[in-house]
């Protein structure tokens, strides 16, 4: 459809991978080196900056191949969350992830399952064959990383500045992917298009007693009843400092909106400073 194809152009404009010519920029044609969306080809890039490619490796591979949570056989569902908890980062979804990958890996090098995980996976209500895929999928990206000689950053996870890397990472290619809880109960509205939508039933923050006000998150599926997957927290400080004017300008009026701008007319003398400096 027409609609869609300049919705994807203009997505593209916003995440500087077009010229003004409309054609690819230099960071375009890296980005469309990597098999990955758009935005996430944005972040992982994005992390050579902030020095947390091994954890975007992670994430990326891991957001790429199918969900690793497998829907629990009825009656079962509390005992799936319960093991899940294990995985939980206080972070949100997207940490989640690398905690349940390598978890995985420790499980697949483990004297207890040697060479089968299939078990490990049984016990925890994840998917195998998504969790072999992610590894497949990252050892493919790093294998892209080196042919077009881009930094691999050691890991560092755990460490509370590598945790502001990485969500500023994120944020460098979801900043169009931001909603807000606008009544404390769970009613995220997104700033994008003004569609309000609940959390899904396998995020970390599902059913439990505080909700972030602010969050990032990778999808929006209608079909799963208006529900937003992967999410994690964000710092709206965060989200004023790193989103592009151009894109801001452009957003519905919003009482979220206001919240923003009242965020970056804070900022921008501060950043003005920062554009003399350089």
Known sequence: APESL?????DLDYLAALDNDGNLSEFGIIMSEFPLD?????????SCEFE???EMLTIAAMLTAPSCFLQAPPGTEEIA???WRRFSHPAGDHLTLINVFRAFRAATASPTHPGNPEKWCRDYFLS???LSMAEVIRAELVEIMKRIELPISEPAFGAEENLLHIKKALLSGYFMHIARDVDGSGNYLMLTHKQVAQLHPFSSYYNTRSIPEWVLFHQFSISEGNSIRVVSEISPHLFA???PQYYFSNLPPSE???ILQELINHLAPASATKEEQK
Not at 6 to 10: D, G, N, R, W
Not at 39 to 46: H, I, T, V
């Open 256 to 258: 979220s909106k206001e």
């Open 241 to 243: 400092e790193l989103v």
């Open 128 to 130: 195998c064959s998504a």
């Open 38 to 46: 758009p935005q996430l080809s944005k972040s992982l890039l994005a």
């Open 81 to 83: 969350r319960t093991r």
């Open 6 to 10: 300049m919705q994807a152009l203009e």
């Open 52 to 54: 947390c490619v091994d």
